[in-house]
């Protein structure tokens, strides 16, 4: 059988991994922990069932093509202009559009490394080369992005705070460093964490919006709003760059039913205040876990946390895995002795450590 041949560009880029979800166990699923993909356990919104199930009653339209009322909603809560909102298929689509938008065959985008890896796919997508960038400390290093900028560097992915590492670059750090690169270059910052980071110095970057056009944030609604199989993100960056990247958004692609959950999420603020201040006090338990089984790991402004094992992970993580806990190992991300857990309800996070606990001892 003869293949069609393709862009010489896409033969760069291996099939994008997800977490190890538990429908590829084959196993029953109410039996399974998912903890491996930053999921948020506790659901979501019951204003948000609501919304879908009468939004499904008009599922035979097309959905809004701008996606109005969640365009309206966002403005009114979070005091955004309407003209600075793109909505995309999940943060996914989103960082693809602003790929294709500002990068051309052979221009350079930096990728900090370890971080979200559709960067990297995102870049070599478009035809571009991806300038790799390691963190320092297991956290962005913007001077030493700045030292890696050339004449030919386009774009620059930000994950903030950063996955895998839960770690955050600092409110003064990002404007130091928006102060140094030139206007020509732009610049994502991934916010997909952004209701978890509770820091006193992470950066307000919408703010920044006005004095930086070269700027996107982008967020979703994946994470504290438990959406994430409906698939919705959306951008906030000037109103110019807002109107280039809606030239190369597919038409109609946030569907009726994301649209609808995501609006009445808006509306359910204790929800989210649930879900947050469960995060807060989870995180403690686990580094009180951590501290007890003598195991390093990176504080977290996010919703889970990296452990440093000490030894290869790749074993303890299948053992888990094999008695009904997902984990992520840190050799997806290049860091073997690691585990990533998503931070999930109390009953779930105290089966992963006792699962820990006793995968270590049978094996060190």
Known sequence: MCALPIRESLNAIPVYKPAKSSEDSGRDLTRIVRLAANENTLGFSPLAEEAVRRAAARMNWYPDPHSSRLRAKLAEKRGFLPEQLIFGNGSFELLSLAAQAYLNPGEEAIVPSPSFGWYNVATLGAGSVPVVVPLTDHKIDLSAIRERLTPRTRLIWLCNPNNPTGTYFSAGELEAFLAEVPDSVAIVVDEAYYEYADGEDYPDTVRLLERYPNLIAVRTFSKAYGLAGLRIGYGIASPGTIETLNRIRPPLNVNALAEAAAVASLEDTDFVAAVLANNREQKRFYYDSFRELGLAYLPTATN?????????????????????????????????????????????????????????????
Do not use: C, H
């Open 304 to 364: 889970f946390i990296m452990v440093d094992l000490g030894t290869e992970s790749d074993p303890v993580y299948a053992e888990m895995a094999q008695r009904g806990v997902l984990v992520r190992p840190g050799s997806d991300f290049g860091m073997p002795t690691w585990l990533r857990i998503s931070i999930g309800k109390p009953d779930e996070n105290r089966r992963a450590v006792e699962l820990l606990r006793q995968a270590l001892g049978a094996k060190v």
